[in-house]
Each structure stands twice: as C-alpha cells, then as structure tokens.
C-alpha cells in the first residue's frame, strides 16, 4: 500500500507528469514537502491557498491541497492527511485536472484503509477505477488497480488482489512505463506475503516476494526508485527475511531502514520498520528487545493518527513479549486493545461487501463497453460509407495506374528477355571461342612434349621434364573441360550418354591414375573395390570419370603428408558407391553448408591457401545428379572428410556385352605410348589450319613419311585444290573448324559437292566437342573428327585409318566387284566414289524414311512411290 502512495506522490512531483501549468506555481508546489515539521508545512500551503482562491485557480488549489494531504501522511497523521484529500479531489472535476483528481481519491482509499474503513475505501477505489474505464486513461487506471490490490491485503482478500496486481504489470509493460512498472511489482510483493483467510502463506510466495524487492533495489531499476521508495521497500524486505528465517538479513535491512527514515523525517516508515523489529526479536525469544521496539513504535503517531492495521500488529507483539517474560497485566492490556481494533479491520460483513463491490463494478464495466460498442458502430457505419466512396474512387484510379504500370513492365521485360538471348548467345560463342582460344595452346604443348618424353635418346633429366609439362598440362586441360562443363551445366546443354563399361577394372584406372601423385605426396593410398569383375554397367563413362577425379583430387590436394587416402567401390541396393576418404584436416562447419555452391572456396581452412577454381565440387556434384545420383559429405573438422558418389545401377545383360579393346580403357597417353608415330609414306596430306605454330606441330609430326601442304583457311584450301589440278590432289586433308574468311564446316560442305573431290578423306580438327557440331560434321560427310588436344599418337592413327581405307576403295575399283550381281550390267559395273547427286539422292532417301517412322509400316512398294524408281533397282 505504501508503494502506491510514493508513487501517486511521485508521478504527480515530477514536471512531466503535470497538467501544464506556469513553471513559477510547479515551484511552489515541491516547496511544500521541504517541511520538517507538519506546522510550517501547513501555515506554507495556506498561503498558497490564498493566492490560488483569489486567482479563482481551482487546479492550483487542488494541487496544493494534495501535496499537503501527501506530507501529513508521510509525518505519520494520516486522518489529518484524509481531510486534505477529500478537500483536494472536491475542488475540481475529473477533467480539470485528472492526474490531480484520481491520485486524490486514491489517497482517500489507502488512508480509509489504513484506518480499518473498509467498505467506504473499496467504494472510493472501485468508482475512481470505473471513471478510468469511461475516459480510457490508461495510466491512471493501473494506479487504481495497484491501489485496489493493496487494500484487498488488510481484509485477507489475496485471492481477489493478485488479479488486480498483475494486470497493473501487464498494462504497466504495454505502455512502457518504468514508474509505474516499479509500482505494480513492489505491490505484487506485498499481495503475495500478505496473510490469508485460511492457512499460513506458502514459502514459495513469500521467497518470490522477496526476490522481486530484491530485484526492484539492484540495477537497473534502483536509478528509477526515489528515497522515501527505497526505505519503504527495504523495510518491507526485512519483513520477507524476518518471515524466511534469515534473521541476520533481517536485522540489518531493517536497521537500514529505519536509520533512513529518521534521517528524512518518514516517521510512518519508521513505525513500520521498529513493529518488524519487534517482530524480529519475539521469533529470536529475545522478549525485552521486542517491548523495547514495540513501545518505541507506539509513540511515533498518536493512536487516532496511526495505521489502525500496523497498530493492531504491535499490540499483538507487545502482547506475546509480555507474556513470555511474565508480566501478564500488561499483556492483558494489550490483548483488550488488539481485539477491539480487530473487529472493526476484519468482519464478515466487510468480506461480503468487497465481493459486491467487485461484481458490481464488473457488471458496470460490460454495460459501459456495450455502450462504448454501440456509439462505435454507429461511426463505423458513417465511415464505412464514405471509406466506400473514396475506396472506389482509389481503386479506379489504382486499376488505370496498375494497367498502365502492367504495359510499361511488359514492354520492360520483353526488352529485358531480348537482352537476355542476346548475352546467352554471347556467352555461348564465348566458351566456344575459350575452348579454342585455350585447346589449341595445350595441343602444342602436350605434344612436343609427349614426344620429347618418349625420345629414349634424351637425357633422363630432360624426359622427366618433359613428362612434368605433360602432367600439368593435363591438369590445365582439366581446368579447362570444367569451364566447358559449367557452360554447358548453366545452359542446359549436357547430356548424359551412357554407354557400356566394365565396372571394377574402370574404378582401378582410375584410381591407378593418381598413385604417382600420392606417392609423390608420401600418402597411404588405398582402393578398397567389392564390386564383380565381371560387372557391366550402362554408365556416362566420361561424367563419372569426372566425378570421382575430382574426389580423388581434392583428397589427395587437402590431405597432409604422410596421412592417408582410401578409395572405396561397392554395389548397394541398386546403387553404385563410390566414396573417397581422407584422415586430412576435414571442412570447418562454417565452410560445410556452402561447399557445394558453385565458385564457393572455404575460408576458415587452408583451401584459399592450396588455391582452385571454386567448382569443382559443384560441377561433380551436378554431374551426377544429371546422372539420377547423389552426392554427400561427411566431415569431421580436424580429423578428415568424406565425399560419396551414389548412381543408380543399370547393370547390361551377358547378350549385350561386347568386348573392349584395350584403348577402351585406357587413354591418350597410354595410345601414343604403343603406337608408333609413323604415317604410310608417298601420300599428299593439305593440312588447313589458321593458327602457324599448330601447323607446324602437324607437319612436324607427319612431314617425316609424306608430303605437307598447307593452307590458312577454306579459301585458301579451295585454291590451291583448284590450281593443282587432278592429277595433284591430296590424298587427305586436316582442316580446323574456326578459321578466318571460310571455317571448316564450309570448306567441308564445299569438297563433298565437288564431283572429284568429294572422294578426298577429311579429318576435322578442332577443340569444339559438343555433340552439335559433331553431327554438324558427320551429317556433311566428314571421315574423322578430331577434338584438341590431342598427341601425336592418335593423329598419326587416325591419319594412317583413314588412308588405309581409302587405298583399299581404290583397290575394290581397280579390280572389280567380288559379290555376286543381278545382271552382267551390275557385274561390269565400276565402283566410283559418291558423286554429289548420289548424295543429294541418299539425303532424300532419309527424309522419306524419317518421315515415315512411326506412322506406318514401311515397305519398298512405299519407298519405290515415295522415289520415283522401282523396287527392283531400289533392290540393287
């Protein structure tokens, strides 16, 4: 109850909280609790009051008024404080002054309590909370709800306060304001260590009581408490030790606080503080020390001044210590005075008249919200018909402005789209011109050195050189290939190919394919394979391949020396696995969720340290999802990694299976290595190519055995064909595809609608390896298609392919045909190369078959029709 008393006087000192008034009358109103003594303090205020009843200031007046009724109760004369405020909150009406008018009546409530009138304090408490509830002040309001919940304390009411008191907290907490929040916890406190109608108060409230005092006097809320707060709170934490058993705690919160409380003069703080005292050593036995504060505590306030509760409390002290020691005269005295001040505090009557008090202010606050609802349609029925109007006006206007915006955005976005094709297209062209831009470097590099690696003449200080340029340059063709790779990834233009492989002697090459490396690195590098040799698979061999290259890799790369790298293979529930794991120093869990996003390096490891592109891993990991497979990590940071491969099996029946040779699972560099680099000797070979140092490379590499000539594009190639006549034509030509004036698709679209030179074998040779421009060649007639880089190896038997097949046409010419024949016509018949009307016929020929798949039988009588010739000779 004391709480809401500092804070009513509080809130209404401090200039923020004040109705607007001149700074010269705020002044003179703090001058009023400066008082030492009730007599000046009273013979100030009426002088103010002169002044205010001359002015006619009737707010002034009541100000005043309040003040004085505040400092009467604080020097311990609470029926003198009672007079003033009624006389405070009777001088103006509830909207001169709010603030003013609900702390008035407030204050006339606390004190009616404290002097045991119970049922006129409960009708002033609950008609000033009604009058908050009409005029929505929500401040105020919670003042009145903390004040209603303390006077519920004296008549045992707990049951009825706590409800009260919470709300204060949480209206206290809506509106954010600290004061008041201080206010409504110190009340909660009293509420829950208040005594109750029935049983003793539970440990476990009283513990929470004094845990929020404790809380209330530490930071950061002990800055916002003011001095007649702070003694009045200690004094009632000296109560909550006193009841916990912690005597010693007790003794020196209370002696704290009575030490203050005469230091400023709060002698009603100071009564309470000596009745706990007393309290204190009657539960000690030390019944003289407990007269001692108790008769001390009585002749601080005159008996019709006092708290008629704290008195009562004290005669039942004085009562108990002078019966312990023996002086039952006195304690009789005490007794008589104890009862008589009990039955006017606490009566049935008074219990059943807060019951309907509460009920009754319930039932007026639910007819003033149904009143409040009413007036509220009624506006919301006004404003829902203007609201409508304006509504659809603004909706008309949004409509046109949103049409408008929606054309505007389609014109945007179609522009937009156009620039889109436009930079896909440009970036396509880009990576073809990356792939033949870089592809042609590494052809010229791979290849001298191979042969320089190869030449047993060499010192082997050289050949071992010459095998490093070989193995980085590999790593650069493999850089390489995953640019191409991620090119084709973000357009959407990689297929998978599947094709059929010997499973566990494919996983050896590749694992064989980075024991040097391991080795080099003084690594234990192990193949753990459980899969049947004699497993064949349909697998996209070269998507695979890259996959687990870049597991092995990465392991080998991150992993320390002298630690270790197993490779695992196995079959399991339809799945292909391959997993590679390394003891190295794993991925930091930052780095664990990002992993496998595209360009991503980890930045928490060595991984920027040991450089890399960034896609590696996500290339792989999209390579097999392309695949219909997973990819998943393992990882413990500082202990190692592992990265698995998951496939779906499609395993190839024993009719299907056909065997492979031993290039089949092997690669370039294994070729060249068996395969002599020698070319059939006295053949004519035109090589067309733009770039020089390539050119000499194939010359190099073919000049030895035959003849070389050279041209620097189509054009060129055409003229030099057309100026030598037929009798010096080549027997083969190699022609690059991106060229200046005229590429290779052109020159080859040319020679194969020449009638002589249709017949000249033709070898693409370029770095562009997509399946587009591979059809592109074939479906023209090309004979080889070469991609860079390559060794000199397969050119040589690619080249020497080639020659041998067109030598034995020319055999076949030469002597006749060996098969059988319809007639002596057919017999006498020459074979003769493929003129371009034999072309132009066969390509008809296909577009009526095509057309025709799917959509009916075909047979020769369709065929004959369809070309015009009969199904005898169609039978030729």
Known sequence: MRNL?????????????????????????????????????????????????????KTFEAKILYRVAFKYYALGKEQTALEYARKAFAAISPTDDSTTYVKSRLLVAYMLSRGGQNEPAFKEAFATLKLTDKYNWRKLRIETKICIADIYRPVREIDRALPFAQQAIDEAKAVKDTGLYIFAMSTLSNVLSGPKKHGDIPVANTTKAAQILETLLSTPYKEHIATFDRTNYLGNLGRLYEMLKQYDKAEATLLTAIDTAYKYDYLVLAKHSLN?????????KDYKKAILYGNKALTIQPGNQANRVTQRNIYNKLEDAYANIGDYKKAYEFAVKENALNDTILTTDQSRFTAELDEKYRNDKRLLLAANRNSLLQQQRNLTIIAAIFILVVLVITYLWLADKKRKQAAALEREHAQLARLDEMKTRFFANVSHELKTPLTLIMGPAEQLAQNADLPEQHRASAKTIVRNSKKLLDMVNELLDLGKLETGNLQVKAGQVQLAPFIRLLYKGFASAAAYKQLTYTLTCTINENLHVALDRDKFEKVANNFISNAIKYTPAGRAVNVKAAIENGMIILSVEDNGNGIHPADERQIFDRYYQGS???????????????????????????VTLHTT??????????????????????????????????????????????????????????????????????????????????????????????????????????????????????????????????????????????????????????????????????????????????SG???????????????????????AWISKLETVVRRHIGKSEINLHILSDEMAISERQLNR
């Open 637 to 814: 940071f500082g202990e190692g990694s592992r990265f698995t491969a998951r496939i779906p099996l499609v395993e190839v029946t024993a009719e299907h299976i056909t065997l492979k040779t031993d290039a089949d699972t092997g690669d370039i560099t294994q070729l060249s290595h068996n395969t002599a680099v020698t070319v059939t000797s006295n053949k004519k070979i035109l090589v067309v190519e733009d770039h020089d140092e390539m050119v000499g490379y194939i010359t190099s590499v073919l000049s030895a055995d035959c003849t070389v000539t050279t041209a620097g594009n189509g054009m060129q190639a055409l003229q030099l064909l057309s100026d030598g006549g037929k009798n010096s034509l080549p027997d083969l030509i190699i022609s690059d595809v991106m060229m200046p004036e005229m590429d290779g698709f052109t020159l080859l679209q040319k020679l194969k609608e020449h009638p002589v030179w249709c017949s000249i074998p033709v070898i693409m040779l370029t770095a562009l390896t997509d399946n587009h421009n591979k059809l592109k060649a074939l479906n023209i007639g090309v004979d080889d298609y070469l991609t860079k880089p390559f060794v000199a190896g397969e050119l040589v038997a690619r080249v020497n392919n080639l020659l041998a097949n067109a030598g034995n046409r020319t055999n076949l010419s030469d």
């Open 817 to 839: 045909p060996a098969l059988e024949h319809d007639t002596e016509e057919d017999a006498n018949h020459t074979a003769m190369p493929p003129s371009p009307a034999d072309l």
């Open 276 to 284: 706990e005292l007393a309290t204190l050593n009657l539960d000690r």
């Open 5 to 57: 008393l500092i804070a009513l006087f509080l809130l209404t000192a401090m200039p923020g909280k004040l109705v607007a008034q001149q700074t010269d009358n705020k002044k003179l109103l703090k001058k009023i609790l400066t008082f030492k003594d009730a007599d000046s303090a009273r013979r100030y205020s009426d002088s103010l009051l002169t002044l205010a009843r001359r002015d006619n200031n």
């Open 604 to 630: 928490q490891n060595q991984t920027n340290a040991d450089g890399g592109t960034g896609i590696g891993l996500s290339i792989a990991k999209e390579l097999a999802e392309a695949m219909g497979g997973t």
